[in-house]
C-alpha cells in the first residue's frame, strides 16, 4: 500500500484514520477474548461474584426495611436467593475442572467478604474499621494458604 508520498508504507502499521479509528473505537479491543472469560478458572470467580450480590442482598438487604412486616423479609430474601442458587451451583459445578473443593470455598469467602464490604459501607452506610479490615486481611492469609502450591 503507498502512502501520500507515493511511498510503501510499512507492513502492519495504521495508515489511514479511518482505520486507525476503526481500530480505536473496536469493542474487541478493550474487552478480554470471550473464551478468557468463559474459561473454568475465570467463569467460575465471575458467577460467584454476581451470586454473592445476590446472596448478600438476600441475607442484609433488608435490614433498611425494618419496619417491613418479617414474614414479608423472608420471603423477599428467599425470592433473591433462588437467583443466587442460580449462579453459585453453576460456578461451582464449572470451578470444579479447574479448582479443589477447598479452593473453590476460599475463593467464595473471599467473594463474600469482598462484595459485603462494599454493600456495607455503600448500600447499609457502615463504616469499616481498623479492626475489619485486619480481620479481612487475616482471613485473606488463610486463603493465600489454601491457594499455596
Known sequence: MLDKMGQMAPRGRLTRRN??????????KWLPPMSFLLSPKIAPVLMLVASN??????????????????YMAVIVSWMIAFLEYWLAVPANRIGSQAYSAAE???????????????????????????????GFALIAGGAALIFRA
Open 53 to 70: 450480590v445476590f446472596m448478600t442482598f438476600a441475607w442484609y438487604g433488608h435490614l433498611k426495611f425494618k419496619s417491613a412486616p418479617l
Open 104 to 134: 473453590l470455598k476460599t475463593i467464595q469467602e473471599v467473594v463474600t467478604l469482598t462484595v459485603f464490604a462494599v454493600f456495607s459501607v455503600f448500600y447499609l452506610k457502615e463504616a469499616l474499621t481498623w479492626n475489619h479490615a485486619l
Open 19 to 28: 482505520d486507525f479509528l476503526k481500530w480505536y473505537f473496536s469493542p474487541n
